[in-house]
């Protein structure tokens, strides 16, 4: 049924772009005056060859980084750690043990200039406090840093085996971050509430969606309680999305989610409208690319990105097509930016604002997405709020609930893997493995270690750790201090871990 043959249907077709509650987009032009910035992250082995990429991109005008760590970093633990995660140095991600570390990841690269996102969360003081050291060394006023650290304690609880501790003493890793950075850098966005990692565990498109505006919304309260204004909350939160391959749940995600937000954000009252616009990244889904044949993901890659943009992003990220295969070569990066390029210059999409308006699939998709996604957001205010929500399993229930589906799904042969279900080639695809080499940065560690002031490596990380058990003072402001004194990524989250409550 074509917009000409049909009356009206849904309520949320007045709504229009530029004005709350955003369903059409943040602005009235949209991609015709501003199309949607193009982030890509570094995956290579190590600090130096991370920091030679960003200063190649900066001198081709790139404005803004974009930093993913490895799984030990997100675990908290060091290059030398024995706890199973330690070989993965710098497959998947940067390896950071400590300040000096991030000093050579941003050598050159001024930090009053460059807008700095970095992933990571269980570990979220120690690099937060090494980027802020870091800086401060290279000379850079701390007020003049500018960008965002996913410091979404929420997400690690939701989709991380291992968690730092319970909910409801991690929220104020969250809490005095946002304390910190509202105080002390005005140019810093407090936090990324990440979805992406949501979906990637099995999550659909609408479990996604609620679940990470639940998520704003708990640390928009948290916020609140703690004394920060709503505009200042707001204009400072962002959203990270996935994007798979439903690509057009995936559109209407994105209207879903701005129209959501403008309404959770507006029954605190804020004075500034512009609080009420998601601000919202999204990136393509790692988890829809094959080793099978690696080239295949270059078109995965391609309708995904087209319906982040379809649907509205701000920014977009488009994983290398051999993810997964080995690191990353600088024709894999090539290829990933390139993409994005070709669909902002070569389709004209970008022509007009919010191009599937109107289409009865995509509004009906819309409705449907926005009642289940609101059910879900109402189910967990009821039991109190996510943290309460988290503690008692239930996103984690309706999550595996979703994944269980998604795979009987798969082994009944009513979705598939285009070359690992059908059409799969006989050929093998030989590329090479991820391989690193972790010998240099363990010792570089162990150098870091035996140069330091030990007595004050260790007054640092009693004091952060008392901090932690107390619940008195400011945490980012003792970590800070414990990277001065060069403590490691390692040392600080031990110092900050909590005993469970009996």
Request: proline share 3%; charged share 25%; hydrophobic share 40%.
């Amino acid at each position: 049924m074509s917009s000409e043959d049909r009356t009206q249907e849904f309520q949320h077709e007045n709504f229009v772009a530029g004005i709350a509650p955003y369903l059409r987009g943040n602005n009235s032009t949209m991609y015709v005056s501003n199309p949607w910035t193009i982030r890509e992250y570094a995956d290579f082995s190590t600090v130096e060859k991370t920091n030679a990429f960003y200063r190649r991109n900066i001198v081709k005008g790139q404005k803004e980084l974009f930093v993913t760590f490895n799984t030990a970093v997100n675990y908290g633990l060091d290059s030398e750690a024995e706890e199973g995660v330690s070989d993965e140095g710098g497959k998947a991600g940067i390896v950071i043990d400590s300040v000096e570390d991030m000093k050579i990841l941003f050598d050159q690269i001024p930090l009053d200039q460059i807008s700095v996102f970095m992933s990571v969360n269980g570990a979220v003081l120690p690099i937060l406090a090494f980027y802020i050291v870091a800086a401060k060394e290279q000379g850079v006023n701390v007020s003049e840093l500018r960008g965002t650290i996913q410091s979404d304690i929420l997400k690690e609880l939701m989709t991380k085996g291992r968690d730092l501790s319970l909910p409801i003493n991690s929220m104020k890793f969250s809490t005095d971050i946002f304390e910190f950075t509202s105080k002390n850098m005005p140019k810093f966005n407090l936090s990324t509430i990440a979805g992406y990692q949501l979906q990637e565990t099995g999550a659909t498109p609408e479990i996604e969606l609620a679940y990470t505006l639940a998520k704003g919304l708990e640390y928009l309260k948290m916020g609140l309680n703690n004394g920060t204004g709503i505009d200042t909350l707001a204009l400072k939160l962002s959203f990270s999305w996935s994007i798979g391959m439903e690509h057009f749940k995936e559109i209407a995600k994105l209207r879903v989610g701005r129209m959501l937000w403008a309404k959770i954000v507006k029954q605190f009252h804020p004075k500034n409208q512009e609080s009420l616009v998601m601000r919202s990244h999204s990136q393509t889904n790692r988890n829809s690319l094959t080793v099978q044949d690696p080239f295949n993901n270059l078109a995965r890659t391609t309708i995904e990105a087209m319906a982040g943009a379809f649907g509205g992003t701000q920014s977009l990220h488009a994983p290398v097509f051999d993810a997964g295969m080995k690191l990353p070569s600088d024709l894999s990066h090539r290829k990933a930016n390139s993409t994005q390029i070709y669909i902002q210059e070569e389709t004209n999409i970008t022509k007009t604002v919010d191009p599937w308006a109107g289409s009865y699939h995509v509004e009906e998709l819309t409705e449907n997405i926005a009642k289940e996604a609101w059910g879900l957001i109402q189910e967990v205010e009821e039991l109190g709020g996510l943290t309460k929500a988290i503690e008692q399993g239930i996103p984690k229930m309706r999550i595996e609930e979703a994944a269980a589906k998604k795979r009987a799904n798969m082994d009944n042969g009513k979705d598939i893997t285009v070359g690992v279900h059908k059409y799969q080639f006989k050929e093998k695809v030989v590329s090479a493995s991820l391989a690193a080499d972790n010998d240099a940065q363990i010792k570089r560690l162990h150098t870091l270690k035996s140069n330091r002031n030990q007595q004050l490596v260790d007054a640092a990380l009693l004091n952060l750790s008392n901090c932690a058990k107390s619940g008195t003072g400011n945490l980012l402001a003792f970590a800070i201090v414990a990277a001065e004194q060069r403590a490691t990524l390692g040392e600080m989250s031990k110092a900050l871990e909590i005993a469970p409550d009996k």
